[in-house]
């Protein structure tokens, strides 16, 4: 059984940042892609940010030149840092692990942006 943990959610400024973790467990992180997701208040969840297992990476047009993914195998850990934070960013944000056969969410992490 494969657990993921979300962590570095919170509350900051407009402007500022925040890097979210997601540590696996099992040992399939290394042959999984990673995906991060978030879902605001009355929206619909929506892809943020992906990464490969190679490492191969693509963001959201609405978080390019802000948010980064990134990954440590060797941690099993993966990351979302995200700069120049703005208010509609507000958001849990969800990390997702995915071989060719299963998927995997965590709880989920909130982030709230002030103006």
């Known amino acids: 059984q494969v657990q993921l943990v979300e962590s570095g959610g919170g509350l900051v400024q407009a402007g500022g940042s925040l890097r979210l973790s997601c540590a696996a467990s099992g040992s399939i992180f290394r042959i999984s892609a990673m995906d991060w997701y978030r879902q605001a208040p009355g929206k619909e969840r929506e892809l943020v940010a992906s990464t490969s297992s190679v490492g191969i990476r693509n963001v959201a047009d609405s978080v390019k030149g802000r948010f980064t993914i990134s990954r440590d195998n060797a941690k099993n850990t993966g990351y979302l840092q995200m700069n120049s934070l703005k208010p509609e960013d507000t958001a849990v944000y969800y990390c997702?692990?995915?071989?060719?056969?299963?998927?995997?969410w965590g709880q989920g992490t909130q982030v709230t942006v002030s103006s």
């Open positions: 997702n692990l995915r071989t060719s056969s299963r998927s995997y």
